[in-house]
């Protein structure tokens, strides 16, 4: 059946964390930092915490003394009183402004291609309450129908309960719709329990043995959201 409205994550998919400006606030505090070494080693972070029995544990903001950690120490950054005051006064910026601001450059395009096939987007993203803030500074709002930020609603991913309030809002209809995120066991566990079909992006490969569809970038969804790609 043709996928008529689609559900992004944000971060992942559309964000990813600015990894200039934390290098920039390690160096304020006297710790060198490669962005280049810390953004290669943050979407295996991401894999790495990606676990039914880790998520069932822990929330999502729960996890993220793990997943600094674990980009830090594949990065080479060194744990230290400036590693952690760096971190506290990055902790600062992401709740007023959301630190996962940097854009891929096929985001935009793809999100054309995809409101140009007349489906409808929503992001569904368990964050800080800062979602809508940030899409709109980065110029993303207007491809979007609706944001659900699981700050504001109190519940998130993999909880069910989180995209049935995006299917309530926008109106849509569980058999057409489709969810694609970054995490198995967040994402597509979470959407699968609310009856919704889900695929993951997964740039590099890092789930080949995942049972659902998986995209390479944002511009292979929409082709094969336009019918150009199987």
């Given amino acids: 059946m043709a996928t008529k409205t689609l559900f992004l994550d944000a971060g992942g998919v559309l964000v990813f ?4 400006r934390v290098a920039d606030a390690l160096a304020r505090h006297g710790v060198l930092a ?7 080693a ?7 915490l ?39 006064q990055l902790e600062d910026y992401h709740a007023r402004h959301n630190l996962w601001e940097s854009m891929p450059a096929d985001v935009i395009p793809a999100l054309g291609r995809v409101r140009g096939s007349g489906v409808g987007i929503a992001v569904v ?16 709002a207007p491809y979007f129908d609706l944001v659900v930020d ?7 991913k993999p909880n069910p309960r989180i995209f049935e309030i995006a299917l ?4 849509a209809e569980r ?44 511009s292979s969804l929409a082709a094969f959201l336009a019918g150009d790609a199987s």
Avoid at 42 to 48: I, M, N, T, Y
Avoid at 62 to 82: C, H, L, N
Avoid at 168 to 171: A, I, T
């Fill in 50 to 88: 990606d676990t039914a029995a880790d998520v069932r544990a822990t929330t999502d903001r729960s996890r993220g003394e793990a997943y600094w950690r674990f980009i830090f120490a594949k990065a080479g950054v060194p744990m230290g009183p400036g590693t952690e005051e760096a971190r506290a």
């Fill in 175 to 218: 058999t057409t719709t489709l969810h694609v995120g970054d995490l198995f066991h967040v994402d597509v566990v979470g959407a699968r329990a609310a009856g919704i079909d889900a695929a993951l992006l997964d740039p590099l490969g890092l789930y080949p043995g995942a049972d659902c569809r998986r995209f390479s970038s944002l």
């Fill in 34 to 40: 490669d962005p280049g070494a810390m953004a290669a």
């Fill in 150 to 156: 699981s700050a504001e609603e109190g519940v998130e």
């Fill in 17 to 20: 964390p600015n990894w200039e």
């Fill in 168 to 171: 309530e809002r926008m109106g």
């Fill in 42 to 48: 943050e979407p295996l972070a991401r894999r790495e």
């Fill in 125 to 140: 993203s368990n964050s800080n309450g800062t979602v809508r803030k940030k899409l709109d500074r980065l110029g993303l």
